[in-house]
């Protein structure tokens, strides 16, 4: 089996990645894929911690009639639904998994405890961090940054709908081209939309490497383990 280049990682999903096809929601054969590779690196030796979105049930932009709080709130909890679903499926196939949320779930889940989610880890069971930060105003991609910093990861993986990070958006711009390699200067100075600002400016002040790549094939999770040349690195 090939050596991973990574002893511990953090894998970044989006709520929306859940959802497959349906769009809404979580689709168990998605949801399912995604977590026989996440088995495949567990069983290299690889250290894994996930950080789960919940766009796939509610986005806190779309409360446009609600207060912000309220409305960040609610997508809050939508995470912990998604992080529920990737427990499951993760110890459905065998995989020992801790739910940790930033907000507190005592019946069904452990409150985040840097020091208890390193002693999950080096034991080799995969943790979910839920909630995001716990506070309105923060993305999932800032939590992201925040607990992979916290948990010394090597790198963040950024599995998206999209295979790396392009110099404009090439749904709209068939002429944009896709960077092999970027900074986060740049990432920020161009407004490229890898991740908000808040969460761009801390991997960049926390030396956290990053790497985009197309979630569609979830075999990609392996490949950017072994560090096979996919996606877009950002450093």
Known sequence: ???????????????EVLAGEKGTGVDAQTVGKICDK?????????QVAIVVGGGNFWRGRDGHQMQRTTADYMGIVATAMNGLALLDALEARGIYSRLQTAI???EIAEPFIQRKAEKHLNRGRVVIFACGTGHPYFTTDTAAVLRATEINADIILLGKNIDGVYTADPKIDKTAKKYDEVSYME???K???????????????NNMPLLVFGIADPENIVRAVKGEKIGTIVK
């Open 1 to 15: 089996m090939a050596q991973p280049k990574y002893k511990r990682v953090l894998l970044k999903l989006s709520g």
């Open 187 to 189: 990432v920020l100075e």
């Open 38 to 46: 996440i088995k495949e690196i567990v069983e290299m030796g690889v």
């Open 191 to 205: 407004d490229l939309k890898v991740m908000d600002s808040t969460a761009t400016a801390m991997c960049r002040d």
């Open 104 to 106: 507190e779930m005592r």
